[in-house]
């Protein structure tokens, strides 16, 4: 990790609604191409702690960079899955994909092969035509990430983006998550409850407590790919890091 | 079994209809009903005699024009002012803030209580006709176009932000299609307003239209003449909300798809 350079510096981060300390202190660093995972309770303050990167929230201290530079939604290329299927249900497929390529005023001879290249990419070129509300959740939720690579995000914030599914499904986009991930090397800051999944998906696990929050540890993951939940190597891991945070 | 279930839907409206029309006919043929409510071969007769001969100056056809003239003219108003005023008041809390009080004084107004005021403004010829349409639908469009652009989901708008989209292009791409279905359910009920109003614009000071039709069966005690006008209201209201329906679906497929 030392050689690598480092694309998103988080300082001193702290977020407070009124006397509610929900942020405290927060730093680190996320490396160019990395996929972190954050792990921590529900309600420890992570979704706050991503609508503080994306300026949906003034935070109350501290600085996030991405590159060197203040982040801010229009000067970085940011892109945010969440939890909802974030589809617009009036534009097909292509359409969905194609958004953020035009909202970025993406070269529109180029257009098309760049919504072929991703929709490909998580399988859906059969269904490039059709409506969201002709697609299943895992459709869905693949749309998003499609529509997400498109526009090769400095930076791809996902906030427990399968917890809504069922198990092999969530196998399922996980390992097309991580294909997608390898093929365009964007940076990937992942935030789940699901220690498995984090140790299933990460470079790095950074554990959060409870409010007011901060940083418990951080766990490198240097488990080789492809990973099989049943290999020794990785329950050791997960188990540790349950162990780390059995006590919220 | 879609089609089945529509064939079975189709029929049994069919005969809910057949069945009316069966009891109207025996009522009106066998019972004392028949000396204020004519039999259903008199009125659709006169229907039928109605279009080749005039009823005061005009044909049926005619009358129905000329109702069908005022509506398109007051609700395609009440329409855009209505859309465009329902969307600001969504989109901009400011616009809100300053025109809702008033609006929430002049909404529950019914359009027919507007007449009285109507005929002093503009007097009695086309302008207070289009006047009293135009209020009997404007408020349903503005509450529903307020309530579609007010409702359009954040995390939508969220994520198009983040994916670089100006404010113009989450608007258009974002806001409007969302509001869309909501601001039609506020064109269909303004629609059936905007026809009662009409009717009632052309009771109380007309030489032509459906409403007036109505009003001069009424005058001349002549039943079939009113059942006449009501028949050709119920017709063109029945091929309106249809129209507005298969515009609804062009317009908002996405609704219906997949379902």
Same mark, same amino acid.
């Given at each position: 990790?030392?050689?690598?350079?480092?694309?998103?510096?988080?300082?001193?981060?702290?977020?407070?609604?009124?006397?509610?300390?929900?942020?405290?202190?927060?730093?680190?660093? *996320?490396?160019?191409?990395?996929?972190?995972?954050? *792990? !921590?309770?529900?309600?420890?303050?992570?979704?706050?702690?991503?609508? +503080?990167?994306?300026?949906?929230?003034?935070?109350?201290?501290?600085?996030?960079?991405?590159?060197?530079?203040?982040?801010?939604?229009?000067?970085?290329?940011?892109?945010?899955?969440?939890?909802?299927?974030?589809?617009?249900?009036?534009?097909?497929?292509?359409?969905?994909?194609?958004?953020?390529?035009?909202?970025?005023?993406?070269?529109?001879?180029?257009?098309?092969?760049?919504?072929?290249?991703?929709?490909?990419?998580?399988?859906?070129?059969?269904?490039?035509?059709?409506?969201?509300?002709?697609?299943?959740?895992?459709?869905?939720?693949?749309?998003?990430?499609?529509?997400?690579?498109?526009?090769?995000?400095?930076?791809?914030?996902?906030?427990?983006?399968?917890?809504?599914?069922?198990?092999?499904?969530?196998?399922?986009?996980?390992?097309?998550?991580?294909?997608?991930?390898?093929?365009?090397?964007?940076?990937?800051? @992942?935030?789940?409850?699901?220690?498995?999944?984090? $140790?299933?998906?990460?470079?790095?696990?950074?554990?959060?407590?409870?409010?007011?929050?901060?940083?418990?540890?951080?766990?490198?993951?240097?488990?080789?790919?492809?990973?099989?939940?049943?290999?020794?190597? @990785?329950?050791?891991?997960?188990?540790?890091?349950?162990?780390?945070?059995?006590?919220? | 079994?879609?089609?089945?279930?529509?064939?079975?839907?189709?029929?049994?409206?069919?005969?809910?209809?057949?069945?009316?029309?069966?009891?109207?006919?025996?009522?009106?043929?066998?019972?004392?009903?028949?000396?204020?409510?004519?039999?259903?071969?008199?009125?659709? +007769?006169?229907?039928?005699?109605?279009?080749?001969?005039?009823?005061?100056?005009?044909?049926?056809?005619?009358?129905?024009?000329?109702?069908?003239?005022?509506?398109? *003219?007051?609700?395609?108003?009440?329409?855009?002012?209505?859309?465009?005023?329902?969307?600001?008041?969504?989109?901009?809390?400011?616009?809100?803030?300053?025109?809702?009080?008033?609006?929430?004084?002049?909404?529950?107004?019914?359009?027919?209580?507007?007449?009285?005021?109507?005929?002093?403004?503009?007097?009695?010829?086309?302008?207070?006709?289009?006047?009293?349409? @135009?209020?009997?639908?404007?408020?349903?469009?503005?509450?529903?176009?307020?309530? !579609?652009?007010?409702?359009?989901?954040?995390?939508?708008?969220?994520?198009?932000?983040?994916?670089?989209?100006?404010?113009?292009?989450?608007?258009?791409?974002?806001?409007?299609?969302?509001?869309?279905?909501?601001?039609?359910?506020?064109?269909? $009920?303004?629609?059936?307003?905007?026809?009662?109003? $009409?009717?009632?614009?052309?009771?109380?000071?007309?030489?032509?239209?459906?409403?007036?039709?109505?009003?001069?069966?009424?005058?001349?005690?002549?039943?079939?003449?009113?059942? $006449?006008?009501?028949? +050709?209201?119920?017709?063109?209201?029945?091929?309106?909300?249809?129209?507005?329906?298969?515009?609804? =679906?062009?317009?908002?497929?996405?609704?219906? =798809?997949?379902?």
């Amino acid at each position: 990790m030392d050689e690598k350079r480092v694309k998103v510096e988080v300082k001193e981060l702290t977020k407070a609604f009124g006397d509610l300390l929900v942020l405290d202190n927060i730093s680190f660093d *996320v490396y160019d191409g990395e996929f972190l995972c954050i *792990v !921590g309770p529900t309600g420890c303050g992570k979704t706050t702690f991503l609508n +503080s990167l994306t300026k949906v929230y003034d935070i109350n201290k501290g600085s996030i960079q991405v590159d060197g530079e203040d982040i801010h939604p229009k000067k970085h290329n940011l892109a945010y899955i969440f939890q909802e299927y974030s589809t617009m249900e009036w534009l097909n497929i292509q359409e969905n994909v194609e958004f953020g390529l035009k909202a970025k005023k993406f070269p529109p001879d180029k257009l098309k092969e760049r919504s072929d290249y991703v929709i490909r990419m998580v399988g859906l070129d059969k269904y490039r035509n059709y409506y969201p509300s002709q697609l299943s959740a895992s459709m869905l939720q693949r749309v998003v990430i499609a529509r997400a690579f498109a526009i090769e995000p400095d930076l791809l914030l996902m906030d427990e983006p399968y917890g809504q599914l069922d198990l092999t499904l969530k196998y399922k986009l996980e390992d097309e998550l991580l294909k997608m991930w390898k093929e365009i090397r964007t940076t990937v800051l @992942f935030i789940t409850h699901n220690i498995e999944e984090a $140790v299933y998906l990460s470079d790095r696990i950074i554990v959060l407590t409870n409010k007011p929050t901060h940083i418990k540890t951080e766990i490198i993951n240097d488990l080789p790919r492809p990973r099989k939940v049943s290999d020794p190597e @990785f329950v050791a891991l997960r188990n540790q890091v349950t162990d780390l945070i059995k006590w919220w | 079994m879609k089609t089945k279930e529509k064939s079975l839907a189709v029929g049994i409206g069919a005969a809910a209809i057949l069945s009316v029309f069966l009891i109207w006919y025996f009522a009106a043929s066998y019972t004392k009903v028949s000396l204020f409510f004519p039999t259903p071969q008199k009125v659709f +007769s006169r229907f039928a005699e109605s279009l080749s001969v005039p009823i005061g100056k005009y044909t049926l056809q005619m009358h129905v024009l000329y109702s069908l003239k005022r509506v398109f *003219v007051g609700f395609g108003l009440s329409s855009v002012t209505g859309i465009i005023l329902g969307v600001a008041m969504g989109y901009s809390k400011t616009v809100n803030a300053i025109v809702r009080p008033i609006f929430n004084i002049i909404r529950p107004i019914p359009g027919l209580a507007w007449i009285p005021l109507a005929i002093l403004w503009f007097g009695i010829g086309e302008t207070t006709k289009y006047f009293i349409i @135009f209020m009997g639908g404007f408020a349903n469009i503005v509450l529903n176009s307020y309530d !579609g652009t007010n409702k359009v989901d954040q995390t939508l708008v969220g994520a198009a932000e983040l994916l670089g989209a100006n404010k113009f292009q989450i608007f258009v791409n974002i806001i409007l299609p969302s509001a869309t279905p909501y601001i039609f359910a506020g064109l269909q $009920v303004s629609l059936s307003t905007s026809w009662m109003a $009409v009717l009632a614009a052309e009771m109380i000071s007309s030489y032509e239209g459906a409403g007036w039709i109505i009003n001069m069966g009424m005058n001349t005690g002549d039943t079939v003449l009113i059942l $006449v006008g009501m028949i +050709s209201i119920a017709i063109i209201g029945f091929a309106l909300a249809n129209i507005m329906r298969v515009l609804e =679906r062009r317009l908002c497929s996405w609704t219906v =798809r997949g379902k």
